[in-house]
């Protein structure tokens, strides 16, 4: 809920909620519950909403990212021996649910350090699997290049009419 001031919210605005809420039987959480400037902003729904200098932005909040990359960053880890398609398959739900949650707000920068950082973890993951290759060898087998793009993590499948294709990383940034 928004209001002009600080005071009306609190001396006017939330006695009403309270009072409309308890004829319903529930109530407002103390510890949830805060009122704030909008300058300083809040997180809501894996949200961070906020205006700077005037202009109202939201965009994915901190907790939210950090959570994401954790969870990432540890599927990554855990498939240490898993073949390259598993790996894709099973990051590629998550990406692109994430991306896709977050898509209507102020997320490019958000999608890029996704992107990044998803791409660093590879990298650990390779460079672990095949310690004894070199750069080029690595980045010959797990990235190919394609419309312009480069460094796209693949794998290659075999369809079912027989043809080999090509299973890509999905990008929040794409």
């Known amino acids: 809920i928004t209001g002009a001031t600080k005071e009306v919210l609190e001396n006017e605005v939330k006695p009403i909620v309270e009072s409309f809420l308890s004829k319903r039987g529930l ?31 939201i965009k994915p909040s901190k907790r939210s990212l950090k959570g994401f990359l954790d969870d990432l960053r540890s599927t ?14 099973q990051l590629n739900p998550k990406i692109r649910g994430w991306a896709n949650y977050f898509r209507h707000v102020c997320s490019k920068e958000t999608f890029t350090h996704i992107d990044e950082s998803i791409f660093h973890s590879l990298v650990k993951w390779i460079k672990r ?8 060898w690595q980045k010959k087998r797990y990235f190919r290049s394609q419309n312009g793009r ?7 499948i075999k369809k079912k009419n027989g043809s080999v294709g090509y299973l890509d990383l999905f990008r929040a940034a794409s």
């Open 129 to 136: 699997r095949h310690s004894k290759k070199n750069a080029q």
């Open 150 to 156: 480069n460094w796209i993590f693949f794998a290659k």
């Open 27 to 57: 109530e407002l959480s103390k510890e949830k519950t805060r009122v704030t400037h909008i300058d300083k902003g809040f997180d809501f729904l894996g949200f961070n909403i906020r205006k700077y200098k005037g202009t109202l932005l």
């Open 76 to 89: 990554v880890k855990s498939n240490g021996s898993a073949k390259p398609e598993n790996l894709i398959w």
